[in-house]
């Protein structure tokens, strides 16, 4: 599994006047999960204590803020990676991803192709069959 990292500054306009506003330090880690089949992005917060009087808790501080990719979701190209984490990720970066994704559909991440292709058809088959149920639910059809 592959981890790269994005940082920067999210700012967020508290008065239209522009006078106040809130602020983070953020880490992206993204990459490529071999074993999920999938691209994923964990956001952390670089300076959580916003608030001295009360500060995060070890658990608040072990997880991220957001999750992107995980399961039973999977993000199957970067492009759709980068319009969940609503940011456009280095040229560099984008092509790193691309090309862990096609090594590792080519066998060459440690699992022959054949169980690759496996395990991207069974995924596929799962996700499909929870779009159809939820199809199915929004239909009000029985067996949903």
Do not use: K, N
């Not at 204590?49 to 500060?55: A, G, I, K, L, R």
């Not at 997880?63 to 759709?80: A, D, H, K, N, Q």
């Not at 609503?86 to 096609?102: I, N, Y």
Request: proline content about 8%.
């Amino acid at each position: 599994m592959s981890r790269h990292t994005v940082r920067g500054t999210a700012t967020w306009d508290d008065c239209d006047d522009q006078t106040s506003s809130v602020g983070t330090d953020f880490r992206w880690e993204v990459g490529y999960d071999p074993r999920r089949i999938t691209y994923y992005a964990e956001l952390w917060d670089e300076a959580p204590m916003d608030d001295p009087e009360c500060p995060p808790t070890p658990e608040e501080l072990a997880r991220p803020i957001v999750s992107i990719g995980e399961m039973p979701l999977s993000i199957l190209s970067v492009g759709e990676l980068e319009r969940e984490m609503d940011m456009e990720l280095p040229d560099e970066l984008v092509a790193q991803l691309r090309e862990e994704r096609e090594r590792h559909l080519a066998g060459q991440l440690g699992e022959p192709i054949h169980v690759v292709r496996e395990h991207l058809l069974t995924f596929r088959e799962l996700v499909f069959r929870d779009h159809l149920t939820e199809m199915q639910r929004y239909l009000g059809q029985p067996g949903a």
